[in-house]
């Protein structure tokens, strides 16, 4: 517990204390963070990460995260690899909502009939500009959503740093300041993971514990029904560690659903998930402040062309996104996720990984 607490404050003193060298890039360039046997690189075309390499238990070096051979693959991409979604995340239900007695209508790319991780082009597929960038640090990278984007309302200043941290670790800090209207706000980070390494195969053998007692269910177009329902005597009961194909059959279309986590207060980040796959080694722990977290086993996944020759099929990659409660914007019920002027949006994610 005092461990987690120090890293969190060490996260944000050290994302916010130096290394500043500003470098209005607006071309595509790809930036890697390393140390030692760890690195990860990362595009600023959509805050993309492309690769995250690390050792199994034997100290075999395998990249565990789904993607393309180059950046040009990530302008055509539907299935949002290892990029930064808002203004946003997940879905609004009939691709509207209303704010302060005004409606709000937004781009319907999912279905025709809701709205999907910010819409048509959303910060997925937008240049950000490097702010900041040191190789054994951290990269940081700014992008300013303007008022109407994608039908949302106000202009907003919106920052993500990747910090490379000791003993493999990587954080994640996400923030949106709201310039001049209320606004709703959600990023979220959708890397697809596969501990054995990104060309292994499926994920339904690798283990995993949520620390998540209740989900919000969905109806068939995977909008929330308003719902918050225990998650106890369910397929969705990972509060044990188990496989995630253990159930599969209980769920023939897989895991699409967002966790409400269990928040200790007395923490500044709690613990979200842990993600073991056991031919490797290799362990993944997820901390984050957020209050929800998405558990998405790849269901739509259709023989995509990746990296150095694989193909990706379905269940080939596990995305865990931590966020606030999808179409919160038409549910008063769910914490809100409006931001008015002045104030800022947080979504900090710390990766742990192990190998043994």
Known sequence: MAKISMLCCYLLVA??????????????????????????????????????????????????????ETVDGYKNDTTYFGAIVGRVANRIGGAQFTLDGVQYKLHANDHGKNTLHGGLKGYSRVIWTVHSYKEDSHLSLTYKSFDGEEGFPGDLAVTVTYMIMSTKQLGIKM??????????????????????????????SHEIQLFGSKITPVDKNLIPTGEIKPVEGTPYDFL???????????????????????IPTFEHLHRVATVKENKSGRKMELWSNA??????????????????GAVYSKYGGLCLETQGFPDSVNHPNFPS???????????????????G
């Open 240 to 262: 044990q560690p188990r496989t995630i194909g253990s159930k599969l059959s209980e769920l023939p279309e897989g895991y699409d659903i967002n966790y409400v986590l269990d």
């Open 337 to 355: 996720q409006i931001v008015n002027p002045g104030q800022t949006h947080l979504n900090v994610m710390v990766y742990r990984f192990t190998a």
């Open 175 to 204: 923030e949106a300041k709201a310039l001049n209207k209320a606004t709703p706000v959600n990023l979220a980070s959708h890397s697809y993971w596969n501990l054995g390494g990104h060309n292994s195969g499926d994920i339904l």
């Open 15 to 68: 994302l916010c204390s130096g290394y500043i060298s500003e470098a209005a890039e607006t071309e595509i360039g790809i930036y890697e963070l390393k140390k030692g046997d760890f690195s990860i690189k990362i595009t600023n075309y959509g805050a993309t990460v492309l690769s995250v390499t690390l050792p199994d238990k034997n100290g075999k070096l395998d990249d565990v995260i789904l993607g393309y």
């Open 291 to 308: 209050l929800g977290v998405q558990f998405y086993t790849s269901n739509m996944l259709d023989n995509v062309k990746g990296k150095g």
